[in-house]
């Protein structure tokens, strides 16, 4: 069955540098997505991504946050100058087109990401 | 905010029924009802959805009310393996590529 995946499945940096966290999605997926979610929290929309561009972000994706669809299978999040409270498990989902009404999106095992 | 309320937690006996409730009073006609879990910090799973009608699949049922102000997720025959934090999302067509807005969800744990 196919899945998405993620890697590093571990990140750790030092604050202030930079990290990228990619995510391969399912091959013909046409919506991706990430998410984060902080130890012993809820899991947080942060952006959306159909034909090639941004389609919905939160306000947790500021200007320190970008994404990237590279090529025609990698899927990225940058974030440019991390901080302590970035510290979290961050998910990549990926979504089929819609059919009935319905567009599940699928999870990727997420790369947990420390900020020392 | 997501626009809907679980109960914290929950417990369940392998093999028994697990009934888990939610309450989504501000729903709108364009809106559905989905349930994912999460199994101990692994990415969020997909169950299952519904608009009005019950529906069921391999994983599960659910149960939503006439005036679509609740619903009720049924897991028939629960196993230790679904042992997990479950998430009721009210989400809409459409529009903004179906973000998944999560609450807080209910914590179940089954027992044997």
């Known amino acids: 069955e196919p899945e998405v995946t993620q890697t590093p499945s571990h990140q750790v940096t030092q604050m202030g540098q930079e990290v990228i966290l990619r995510c391969v999605p399912i091959s013909n997926h046409l919506y991706f997505y990430w998410y984060r979610q902080i130890l012993g929290q809820k899991v947080e929309f942060l952006v959306s991504?159909?034909?090639?561009?941004?389609?919905?972000k939160s306000e947790i994706f500021d200007d320190q946050f970008s994404v990237e669809r590279p090529d025609g299978s990698n899927f990225t999040l940058k974030i440019r100058s991390t901080k302590l409270e970035d510290s979290a498990m961050y998910f990549c989902?990926?979504?089929?087109?819609?059919?009935?009404?319905?567009?599940?999106?699928?999870f990727g095992p997420g790369t947990r990401l420390t900020v020392l | 905010d997501a626009k809907t309320t679980q109960p914290p937690s929950m417990d369940c006996a392998e093999g028994r029924a697990a009934n888990l409730p939610c309450n989504h009073s501000t729903i709108s006609g364009n809106e559905y009802v989905y349930w994912y879990r999460q199994i101990h910090s692994q990415g969020p799973q997909y169950i299952i959805h519904?608009?009005?009608n019950n529906e069921t699949n391999e994983m599960a049922s659910l149960i939503i009310t006439e005036d679509r102000k609740s619903s009720t997720l049924i897991l028939p025959h629960a196993t230790l393996r679904d042992t997990a934090v479950y998430y009721c999302?009210?989400?809409?067509?459409?529009?903004?590529?179906?973000?998944?807005?999560f609450g807080k969800g209910t914590k179940l744990s089954v027992k044997p």
């Open positions: 991504f159909y034909n090639n561009e941004i389609s919905e």
């Open positions: 519904g608009l009005k």
């Open positions: 989902a990926s979504g089929g087109a819609w059919v009935a009404n319905n567009n599940e999106q699928f």
């Open positions: 999302i009210v989400r809409s067509y459409g529009g903004s590529q179906g973000n998944l807005i």
